[in-house]
């Protein structure tokens, strides 16, 4: 199965897209489910985990994919507490208190994550290698 290209090999636009585009429509979106439903919002913000380690699989290193979690993470971690803050709902889902503290929590796993992703993806690639090697 071929994987999809390193983040650094699309163009430059795209990169703006998924790598920051994405947490902040994902964190506006929890941000706003904050209001509407706790379940909703936690099974979204469960999902985000997925979209984590997916992030960080664009990378060809566990180390590249952090950076990649460290940046998402807190985009995504600062975009739900921003648009909760001025959806104007009550909320139905219970944030960290002091509200600051989910963009640090967000940034921690979101490295974690992407550390976790772009580890699958320097696998994948060393037996990509490794296949290629074998066929000649």
Excluded: N
């Excluded at 909703?40 to 990649?68: M, Q």
């Excluded at 001025?86 to 963009?103: N, R, T």
């Amino acid at each position: 199965m071929e994987a999809p290209p390193h983040l650094l090999e699309r163009p430059p636009g795209m990169q703006i897209a998924l790598a920051i585009g994405g947490p902040v429509v994902l964190g506006a979106i929890c941000g706003i489910l904050v209001g509407v439903s706790e379940v909703a919002y936690t099974a979204l913000s469960l999902l985000a985990i997925l979209g984590g380690i997916a992030a960080g699989y664009e990378h060809p290193t566990a180390d590249e994919g952090s950076v990649r979690g460290f940046c998402g993470g807190i985009v995504f971690g600062t975009m739900i507490v921003a648009v909760s803050a001025v959806s104007g709902l009550d909320p139905k889902a219970q944030l960290p208190h002091p509200p600051g503290f989910l963009p640090v929590l967000t940034t921690i796993l979101g490295m974690l994550f992407g550390a976790i992703g772009g580890w699958l993806r320097s696998r994948h690639d060393r037996r990509e290698r490794l296949a290629a090697r074998t066929a000649h």
